[in-house]
């Protein structure tokens, strides 16, 4: 799988050596980052390259924004009708997505029948698994999931998987350009680890320490899944004078959380990485204030992809590149159902 994530962040590496060494040093590094994470799930989840797996990202980001559009209205009985254009195209959009993905997991089911050597190694992906325990329960064969259920839990790691890590990567190269001693820093303690071998040995990603530090201040600052929802099952007491009622939607705000200033101190806003250094909670006062990932059973189970990903691409791009805020740059970080800049991550990337 690491050498899938390599072979991508090269081919985007490629890319951008081509345009700076056209004379254009400014890249939107969150568009470029984005679409080799799209690239990067559709290979290592679902064995697919290039055209099919573009045409499902582009899908899934157009319904993300009619769907981030008439977000407010969900839960709010007869919300659909308010915008029945945007709905009647999201649900157009769905209907395409749905079809492209039956077709990756119908093709897949049929070499797995016929047995085909060549799919061998893709068969060990995701999906794969996802098939592979849709006959399998307890080692016994049986069926868990319908071929409808298949397609959602498809279409979910698509999305999940490849926006939020792309946008953890965007936003902490919009730091480090910001913060060029943590550059420095980053870029050090590759070299340690990996000396000037621009061939990174995958192995050593786990000596990355102060990456890691990097990481967790970069999500916490701008957190990629910027709120979590759950759905209260039964009347809870919260103290004596307040009860959320049994039904109620609750929205948990995690970029709210991570810049309260009673959880972590004064400060809050600084870009300050040290605060993981003992403690994995970055010294927030609260044991459920740090939550990146979410909590508990539906706590997000790609977070060590994305660890690795994050790593294997920013030790890349650190190994071959300087990069800079660039003057073109407005700072507006917003919600669409993800945390995003409005108005792209434009950078000056030079060579080293
Ligand atoms: C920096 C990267 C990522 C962040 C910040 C992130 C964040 C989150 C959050 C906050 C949740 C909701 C958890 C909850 O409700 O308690 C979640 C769920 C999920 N994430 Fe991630 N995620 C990331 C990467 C990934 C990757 C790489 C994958 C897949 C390859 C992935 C797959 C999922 C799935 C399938 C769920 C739903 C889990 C469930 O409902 O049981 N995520 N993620």
């Not at 977000?71 to 009985?77: E, I, N």
């Not at 959380?257 to 101190?265: A, E, F, K, S, V």
């Amino acid at each position: 799988m690491g050498s899938m994530i390599k072979e991508c962040t090269e081919q985007m590496i490629e890319r951008w050596l081509t345009q700076i060494n056209s004379g254009n040093r400014e890249i939107d590094v969150e568009k470029e980052i984005i679409a080799t994470a799209g690239e990067i799930i559709a290979t290592t989840s679902f064995g697919m390259k290039d055209e099919k797996a573009r045409e499902i990202c582009d899908k899934l980001r157009e319904l993300q924004m009619i769907l981030f559009k008439t977000t407010r209205y969900v839960g709010v009985p007869f919300g659909k009708w308010f915008n029945t254009k945007k709905t009647l195209e999201a649900r157009k959009l769905g209907k395409e997505i749905d079809k492209l993905l039956l077709n990756v997991i119908t093709n897949r089911k049929n070499n797995n029948n016929s047995n085909n050597k060549e799919n061998k190694g893709s068969q060990e992906d995701l999906l794969g698994l996802l098939l592979e325990a849709n006959r399998k329960v307890d080692g016994k064969f049986g069926k868990t999931l319908s071929t409808r259920e298949l397609v959602d839990e498809c279409k979910t790691f698509f999305f999940a998987g490849h926006e939020t890590t792309a946008l953890a990567i965007s936003w902490t190269l919009f730091l480090l350009a910001v913060h060029e001693d943590w550059q420095i820093q980053l870029r050090d303690e590759i070299r340690e680890l990996a000396g000037d071998n621009k061939e990174i040995d995958i192995n050593v990603l786990s000596g990355l320490k102060k990456m890691k530090w990097v990481m967790n201040e970069a999500v916490r600052l701008y957190p990629p899944a910027p709120n979590v929802q759950r759905q209260a099952k039964e009347d809870i007491k919260v103290d004596n004078n307040f009860t959320v009622p049994n039904g109620t939607n609750i929205w948990i705000d995690v970029v709210g959380m991570n810049h309260d200033p009673t959880l972590w101190g004064d400060d809050v806003n600084e870009f300050r990485p040290e605060r993981f250094i003992d403690d994995v909670n970055g010294g927030c006062n609260h044991k459920m204030g740090y939550l990146p990932f979410g909590f508990g059973g539906r706590m997000c189970v790609g977070r060590n992809l994305s660890f690795m990903e994050y790593k294997i691409v920013l030790t890349l791009l650190l190994s071959r590149f300087r990069f800079k805020l660039s003057p073109s740059y407005q700072h507006s970080p917003a919600i669409m159902l993800s945390l995003r800049p409005t108005h792209g991550l434009p950078l000056i990337v030079e060579t080293l």
